[in-house]
């Protein structure tokens, strides 16, 4: 019900932009929330936003660098992500949450995820 796309190869500096398409469920009632799972490290939080948009929540590394938006009318989030650096290098995961209240930030919470897209940024 999740699709993740646009991870890639890029060079340290570079810009990637995640996509994550929703399909059989009701898009804009969810929070969606961005994750990332490096090499040998347990899942993390990076971004969250409110189901109408209007809060955004970001993991402190990542602050100044990535911005998540999304548009309801195309069932879409998205995570810009600015100035790579080869820590970005994770699988990253899309996930939604029904909530009309709290934007949660620990995996437990988000209700469905997507596959996953492989983001490498090389020194």
């Known amino acids: 019900q999740l699709q993740a796309s646009g991870g890639g190869l890029v060079q340290a500096g570079g810009s990637l932009r995640l996509s994550c398409q929703a399909s059989?469920?009701?898009?804009?009632?969810?929070?969606m929330g961005w994750f990332r799972q490096g090499p040998g490290k347990e899942r993390e939080f990076v971004a969250a936003?409110?189901?109408?948009?209007?809060?955004?929540y970001y993991t402190d590394s990542v602050k100044g660098r990535f911005t998540i938006s999304r548009d309801n009318a195309k069932n879409t989030a998205y995570l810009q992500m600015n100035s790579l650096k080869p820590d970005d290098t994770a699988v990253y995961y899309c996930?939604?949450?029904?909530?009309?209240?709290?934007?949660?930030?620990?995996?437990?919470?988000?209700?469905?995820w997507g596959q996953g897209t492989l983001v490498t940024v090389s020194s």
């Open positions: 996930a939604a949450d029904w909530s009309l209240t709290v934007v949660a930030t620990t995996p437990r919470e988000y209700d469905y």
């Open positions: 059989g469920l009701r898009f804009s009632m969810h929070n």
């Open positions: 936003i409110r189901w109408s948009g209007g809060s955004t």
